[in-house]
């Protein structure tokens, strides 16, 4: 199976915006697991802007194009790090690439970009992957990737992955009375759900974004799981559904 894993900002940094090494180390360990059980892991990752946010001694993320390009230059290099080094104590390689809308939107680049993820994959190397905040210029167009909940969807589509699973800081999605919801097939009233202003300081995304990009991705022949990223989800995730949030693929792969 070929599975795309997106992990939030909030699910692997800390309050400050500081990499949480224990979540990291607990998630790395989680995908690691999933390649030896067979599967092919693509993994898309936010938080380096946060990582910048703390280093940079900033109390939130900012707002001006210019310094949230700062920010990812500084914390980018922090992400990375750490990553090469929790995946090498699996003896596993890691591959950065960085993405913007351009990539997408120009069939060749979205050829090459299809291309170099295959290529990695095919050598046993963990693509890791996150919008390109240091060039893209999206933030003045009022298009972003959501906290790369929207481009963990074009990922997943492009290579024809099975399962899309976006990991965040709740068990799921939560009725109105903050149960979870184990499964859901239909995306009438889905949206009514969504509780405003929870995605805090440090990134951009929300549920609201994911349920975009879930709507699409099972639209396009692709399960999607919602699940808290801050605990240990895999395999129950993906075995029993015990834990998260299910969404079927509406159409035929």
């Not at 995908?31 to 939130?60: D, K, M, P, T």
Request: glycine share 10%; hydrophobic share 45%.
């Amino acid at each position: 199976m070929r599975i795309v894993v997106k992990v939030g900002t909030h699910a692997i940094a800390a309050k400050t915006g500081r990499p949480d090494h224990a979540a990291l180390k607990r998630l790395v360990a989680q995908l690691c697991a999933l390649r030896e059980g067979g599967h092919e892991v693509v993994f898309v990752s936010s938080g380096a802007v946060a990582a910048g946010v703390e280093s940079l001694g900033l109390s939130a993320r900012p707002t001006n194009v210019n310094e949230i390009q700062m920010c990812a230059a500084v914390g980018q290099a922090r992400f990375i790090t750490e990553y090469e080094n929790l995946f090498a104590e699996h003896g596993v390689k890691i591959g950065q690439i960085l993405l913007t809308h351009y990539d997408f939107e120009d069939r060749r680049r979205a050829l090459n970009v299809k291309n170099s993820l295959g290529r990695l994959v095919k050598e046993g190397i963990v693509p890791i992957i996150n919008e390109n905040d240091v060039v893209a210029d999206e933030e003045l167009k009022g298009q972003t990737f959501g906290d790369n909940d929207w481009l963990s969807f074009l990922i997943a589509k492009l290579v024809k992955a099975d399962t899309l699973v976006l990991l965040t800081t709740v068990d799921g999605l939560l009725d109105a009375t903050g149960k979870r919801i184990p499964e859901v097939t239909t995306f009438r009233n889905v949206f009514k759900l969504i509780r405003a202003g929870e995605k805090g300081k440090l990134s951009k995304g929300g549920m609201d974004t994911k349920l975009k990009a879930v709507k699409a991705a099972v639209e396009s022949g692709i399960d999607v799981y919602v699940a808290n990223g801050r605990k240990k989800v895999f395999p129950q995730l993906l075995a029993s559904r015990a834990t998260g949030t299910f969404f079927p693929a509406t159409v035929l792969r």
